[in-house]
């Protein structure tokens, strides 16, 4: 059975930095692609950014610059490094993972920015 732990978030200043995790279980970070999706109040789920097997990826225009994805295949850990982060990137974020066609999503992590 395919599960995703998310971890991380939480309140933080606009500027400021936050790291949230995403640790796979039934299933390998480092053989198919995982991606970051958030979802602010009122608003539709939005794609963040995707991280491909073979080490490509790719980034929303609203995140670019701002945001890195990572993997750490021993931990089997994808990571979402958010840097300069802005009051319009609060939103409950998932990581999501497809394995066999069958999408799978983290539990979902708050961050607030605010000052």
């Known amino acids: 059975q395919v599960r995703l732990v998310q971890s991380g978030g939480g309140l933080v200043q606009p500027g400021g930095s936050l790291r949230l995790s995403c640790t796979a279980s039934?299933?390998?970070?480092?053989?198919?692609?995982v991606a970051w999706y958030r979802q602010a109040p009122n608003k539709e789920r939005e794609w963040v950014t995707t991280?491909?097997?073979?080490?490509?990826?790719a980034y929303a225009d609203s995140v670019k610059g701002r945001f890195a994805i990572s993997r750490d295949n021993a931990k089997n850990t994808v990571y979402l490094d958010m840097n300069s982060l802005k009051p319009e990137d609060t939103a409950v974020y998932y990581c999501?993972?497809?394995?066999?066609?069958?999408?799978?999503w983290g539990q979902g992590t708050q961050v607030t920015v605010s000052s």
């Open positions: 999501q993972n497809e394995v066999r066609g069958t999408k799978y």
């Open positions: 039934g299933t390998l970070v480092s053989t198919n692609y």
């Open positions: 991280l491909v097997s073979g080490g490509a990826s």
